[in-house]
């Protein structure tokens, strides 16, 4: 079965960081771009960053300078350290898979993990 | 930075055709897609390359773009499809995601 779990969600102080990872399964993940997205409690999706199957990575201006995106393609994992974090950054996070063919389209999606920044 | 804008809301008669549009400067020019959104889940794709259907999705789903609006349109539409729509594109090596749409089924 084609799957992505995220995990290390959890609560951080403003200004504090935390690393995520992504965890695919069921494919073969060195050959798709990936992605992740947010989305704050009742509001609509925030494409972040991607990075493609040769590691080149690319940011919204809402995270440029603060969040890296990686991947470890012989652990079938993607990661996002995030730095700097502020209250705004509260959202679930969500890894997705781009689309082969159409790497902007994003075919598979995990469950996401929800990171809340607060004192 | 791009846009794409999107109803709030729209609403439909259950069996009668929903269309709901997005709207950026000049995004015939670049492929957009769809997801739809059920409260507590992950987006799922409906729509890609601005009119094909990945596997699994119903036939009712269908899409076009052109000039500066996409339209997703749901034909026969049913209960289950009531779920918030959101449109997105590629831009300058970037994503974009319309502000989304919620389709209620009345």
């Known amino acids: 079965e084609v799957q992505l779990v995220e995990s290390g969600g959890g609560l951080v102080q403003p200004g504090g960081s935390l690393r995520l990872s992504c965890a695919a399964s069921g494919f073969t993940f060195s050959r798709y771009d990936m992605h992740w997205v947010r989305q704050a409690t009742g509001k609509g999706l925030e494409w972040i960053s991607g990075i493609g199957s040769a590691g080149d990575a690319y940011y919204a201006g809402s995270v440029k300078g603060r969040f890296t995106i990686s991947r470890e393609n012989g652990k079938n994992s993607l990661y996002l350290q995030m730095n700097s974090l502020r209250a705004g950054d509260t959202a679930i996070y969500y890894c997705a898979r781009g689309k082969e063919g159409d790497s902007s389209a994003f075919d598979i999606w995990g469950q996401g993990t929800m990171v809340t920044v607060s004192s | 930075s791009y846009e794409l804008t999107q109803p709030r809301s729209v609403s439909v008669s259950p069996g009668q055709s929903a269309s709901i549009t997005c709207s950026g400067d000049k995004l015939g020019d670049k492929y957009a897609c769809w997801y739809h959104q059920k409260p507590g889940q992950s987006p799922v794709l409906v729509i890609y390359?601005?009119?094909k259907r990945p596997s699994g999705i119903p036939e009712r789903f269908s899409g076009s773009n052109s000039g500066n609006t996409a339209t997703l349109t749901i034909s026969g539409t049913q209960a289950m499809d009531e779920a918030d729509y959101y449109c997105?594109?590629?831009?300058?090596?970037?994503?974009?995601f319309g502000g989304g749409t919620k389709l209620t089924v009345l």
């Open positions: 390359q601005d009119n």
């Open positions: 997105q594109a590629w831009d300058s090596r970037t994503v974009v």
